[in-house]
């Protein structure tokens, strides 16, 4: 699977967007680029998924650039719930169960 | 649905006691596995099963061991354990088709002293 790379931490305020960027420059034309959060000791959970487009779901945005060795998580309108840590994660989806997890970025959101 | 289900939640044990690690999941998910996670870092994987029957070593499966034989279980037994052993661990699911997300549980925190 390929590294990622994040930024250890974020601040956002309330409100406003949240834009959590990510480095997969060594990434394969086969992996995915998923994007799970962990607040506080809870089991990690799961934001979004993309291969090559822009993916919107719920509760982010993912844009992935078009030669595909970066992306950005996008909190539209980031709360304070929304304080968590951000794991960045390239994988192939068939016969690969493993999800390689960095030290993702501590993202939190101001009053 | 309950989703993942991990049990105990909380565990003390002294070096060198077996133990095993519960985890359940009624999604009917082929994927299972099982994470630890150390303080300050990201989640490293020890076993994984794709089925019934089948089990497969993840990154750091030294001192642990595994069995699926049914769809909903996969336990993760610590055989002697050990003070490197104390980590927070989760265990996760999936379908087997198509690109999908992972279910985890809510972890089992262990205390070896």
């Known amino acids: 699977d390929a590294k990622t790379t994040q930024p250890p931490s974020m601040d956002c305020a309330e409100g406003r967007a949240a834009n959590l960027p990510c480095n997969h420059s060594?990434?394969?034309?086969?992996?995915?680029v998923y994007w799970y959060r962990q607040i506080h000791s809870q089991g990690p959970q799961y934001i979004i998924h993309?291969?090559?487009n822009n993916e919107t779901n719920e509760m982010a945005s993912l844009i992935i650039t078009e030669d595909r060795k970066s992306s950005t998580l996008i909190l539209p309108h980031a709360t304070l719930r929304d304080t968590a840590v951000y794991y960045c994660?390239?994988?192939?989806?068939?016969?690969?169960?493993?999800?390689?997890f960095g030290t993702g970025t501590r993202l939190t959101i101001i009053p | 649905n309950a989703g993942v289900t991990q049990t105990p939640k909380f565990q003390v044990l002294k070096t060198g006691q077996s133990m095993t690690l519960q985890c359940a999941q009624d999604?009917?998910?082929?994927?299972m596995s099982w994470y630890r996670q150390d303080p300050g870092m990201g989640l490293r994987l020890i076993h994984y099963?794709?089925?019934?029957?089948?089990?497969d070593q993840g990154e750091v499966p030294n001192g642990y061991n595994v069995s699926r034989s049914t769809t909903e279980d996969f336990p993760l037994r610590l055989l002697s354990a050990a003070p490197s052993q104390t980590s927070v661990y989760f265990c996760?699911?999936?379908?087997?088709?198509?690109?999908?997300?992972?279910?985890f549980g809510q972890g089992t925190r262990l205390t070896v002293v």
């Open positions: 996760a699911s999936r379908v087997r088709q198509g690109n999908t997300e992972a279910f």
């Open positions: 060594t990434i394969s034309g086969n992996e995915y």
């Open positions: 993309g291969l090559k």
């Open positions: 994660i390239v994988r192939v989806d068939f016969g690969n169960e493993k999800l390689t």
């Open positions: 999604m009917n998910h082929e994927y």
């Open positions: 099963s794709v089925g019934a029957g089948i089990t």
